[in-house]
């Protein structure tokens, strides 16, 4: 499961690269994607029905705030204000899962 999460990782960022051409588009994306998939992780990892659910939420979760960190990092470096919070979509998203109960949640959350 953590070779797969990181085989997406890589291959969605790769992807996000493509489709922005300036810096700012793509670091700000990378990082309000970034929150959203911490936040997700952590509402699994409290929320999950299966352990194996609670387990890769806590991963995404610490994953994703690493990524998090080097992302500011380089936003940082380069004079970049970060988004401080999730666009209305992310925010639909999380307020879905919250919404959710036991196996329902799971497989939300694993989609």
Known sequence: MRA???FLAVTLTLAAFTAFS???TFL???AEGGRAEVE???LAANKGASA????????MAKDHGAANKKVATVAKAKGLALPTALGPDKVE????LQAQEGARFDQEYLK
């Open 28 to 30: 700000k994306t990378l």
């Open 93 to 96: 998203m999380m307020k879905m």
């Open 40 to 42: 997700a992780g952590e």
């Open 52 to 59: 194996d659910v609670r387990k890769f939420g806590l991963m």
């Open 4 to 6: 797969l999460a990181s």
């Open 22 to 24: 300036d810096d700012s």
